[in-house]
């Protein structure tokens, strides 16, 4: 074998060591960044996940009716879930009587058509008031001396991580005022939960007011951060009312 022929030997295994590390590194930052994903929605791999469902508000639904809307912000939540490598399970608004921290939990709707929403409104952001009801001044969602209403061009979702004691399984609540505003939450997690993670720690509270510009025209597409709503969620107003109920 003559120096040559060596020579294009030892660069080809040079080649095949160095592509070897960088194909190695690369898996490692990515299983990196998966744990680091599975730890903040308390998915690890082959665990369960609660997703909590709704039903539909409306003259004539029958008790768990699915929205149109909520059913796809369903889907992707079950597609997150999977993603990590857990299982959803299905369970209706009125059917999950359990505790906290055994299971992550995925509420979608507010705390009229989620009873579960309610509870945990109640006793994780207590500085939270969502009204429902018909006439002026419904459909609000209020917190501290802030008001997110439905407006002719916009409305509202309230995305929440509530951490559980004792290091438990947290508990994610995505409220919106209409379907299509769940729908809105629901993707702006999927497609944010990583920077989520990254200002807010794997086991932080948070609650934000995402806004939904226009969705008559955009439908949930068009999301942007209206207020980080946390210090004032978590602050319990003594003149508060109860979260879900009627407003005057």
């Known amino acids: 074998m003559n120096d040559n022929v060596l020579n294009v030997l030892l660069g080809l295994v040079a080649s095949a060591i160095s592509a070897g590390l960088g194909w190695l590194a690369q898996a490692l930052r990515r299983r990196r960044r998966v744990e680091r994903v599975r730890a903040f929605l308390g998915l690890p791999a082959g665990s369960e996940c609660l997703v909590v469902v709704p039903r539909s508000i409306g003259t004539g639904s029958h008790a768990h009716t699915v929205t149109r809307r909520d059913a796809y912000a369903l889907m992707w939540l ?58 002026p001044g419904s459909n609000v969602i209020v917190v501290g001396d802030q008001e997110f209403a439905v407006e002719p061009d916009r409305t509202h979702t309230l995305l929440a991580r509530i951490a559980t004691p004792d290091g438990g399984r947290p508990v994610f609540l995505i409220s919106g005022q209409t379907g299509t505003a769940n729908q809105a939450g629901v993707r702006y997690l999927v497609a944010h939960h990583r920077r989520l993670a990254r200002t807010y720690g794997r086991n932080g509270t948070f609650a934000l007011v995402l806004r939904v510009v226009n969705p008559e025209a955009y439908g949930p597409d068009m999301v942007e951060l209206a207020a980080d709503v946390t210090a004032e969620a978590l602050r319990r107003s003594p003149t508060a009312a109860p979260a879900g109920s009627t407003a005057p």
């Open 78 to 135: 079950a597609g997150l879930v999977e993603e990590c490598g857990a299982r959803p399970e299905l369970v209706a608004h009125d059917a999950a009587h359990r505790g906290l921290g055994a299971k992550t939990e995925l509420c979608l709707g507010g705390p009229v058509s989620n009873e579960r929403t309610a509870a945990h409104l109640a006793w994780g952001l207590p500085g939270v008031v969502i009204t429902s009801g018909p006439g």
